[in-house]
């Protein structure tokens, strides 16, 4: 025993262990107040978090605010590039504006092609026996609907009414199997040329373009619009894109495969293109084998522009 105690390490190391073990039991506990040592050592260590933290985070305020006043510059050159395409194109567009005006002043003609009055509608019935041929819509003539106006969705061109009742219309589509329902047509882009749709491929889900001049080079990926020519569809509405081209059974014009823009299998709303002034000679309508031929004839033998 006297050995024990001789071992002057081994006893200051018991009584450490046994302070340590005492200060943390004493620390564990729920108290009010902190004692004296976690005070000074609290606070000693808060101070030296203070004195470092805040430069710190002043460098790191400083680097956020280098990296934000960067950022807002090279935003601001973009703005002010977008900003200079915004007025190119406003000044464009008023000389277009200017330039439509005076060419209607020459012909005398306030009418365009392009005007309508646009009447939202919704679809109330479709016959399953006719189910891509018709739908039946909730507006008619009490609403100003008349036959052979225009109708479409926000996606595109979708057919053109065939009957009125004072508060319905029934619709027939593009994708109708009516071989006497044809649309004039153009394929905007590089090349531009008129065509007539007549027919839709029930296999394909696609729309036919046909009596393309075969001088013309048209390729898949182009955009097909109403022409306006046939006095019933107003011009530039969006019908589709073009999949596939080919030439007729004689070779001597081209025929193109369009994939439609709307979705005849989903409609719900639609617009009606309410026109003032309709001049139908039937190469839009198909009232008449003859006036269609006629139509399609003007159509095919244009330039192209």
Same mark, same amino acid.
């Given at each position: 025993?006297?050995?024990?105690?001789s071992n002057k390490r !081994?006893?200051?190391? %018991?009584?450490?262990v046994i302070v340590l073990v005492a200060l943390i039991f004493f620390t564990l506990k729920d108290r009010e107040h902190a004692s004296v040592p976690e005070q000074i050592v609290k606070d000693a260590v808060g101070f030296g978090q203070s004195v470092f933290s805040k430069p710190a985070q002043y460098i790191t305020d400083l680097i956020d605010d280098v990296d !934000? %006043? !960067?950022?807002?510059?090279e935003e601001n050159k973009r703005l002010k590039t977008r900003l200079a395409e915004y007025a190119a194109v406003q000044a464009e567009l008023s000389d277009v504006r200017h330039e439509n005006d005076r060419l209607r002043g020459i012909v005398g003609k306030e009418e365009d092609l392009r005007d309508y009055e646009p009447v939202q509608?919704?679809?109330?019935?479709r016959n399953?026996?006719?189910w891509e041929e018709k739908v039946v819509i909730d507006r008619g003539e009490v609403h100003g609907v008349k036959k052979n106006m225009a109708v479409m969705t926000a996606d595109g061109l979708i057919g053109k009414v065939v009957l009125t009742t004072p508060f319905t219309s029934t619709v027939q589509l593009l994708a109708t199997q009516d071989p006497t329902y044809r649309v004039s047509a153009l394929v905007t882009g590089e090349t531009e040329a008129f065509g007539l749709i007549e027919g839709y491929d029930i296999d394909r889900h696609e729309l036919i373009l046909k009596r393309i001049d075969s001088t013309f080079d048209i390729k898949p990926g182009q955009k097909v619009v109403s022409s306006g020519l046939g006095g019933i569809f107003p011009k530039g509405l969006l019908i589709g894109e073009i999949?596939?081209?080919t030439t007729d059974d004689y070779g001597l014009t081209k025929q193109a495969y369009i994939k439609p823009a709307a979705d005849f299998s989903m409609l719900e709303h639609v617009i009606i293109a309410k026109r003032t002034s309709m001049a139908v000679d039937g190469s839009d309508a198909g009232n008449t084998g003859e006036a269609m031929d006629k139509a399609a004839d003007e159509a095919e033998g244009g330039d192209g522009s």
């Open positions: 025993m006297p050995q024990f105690f !081994l006893i200051l190391l %018991l009584v450490g !934000l %006043l !960067l950022n807002t510059y509608a919704t679809v109330l019935a399953p026996d006719q999949t596939e081209v």
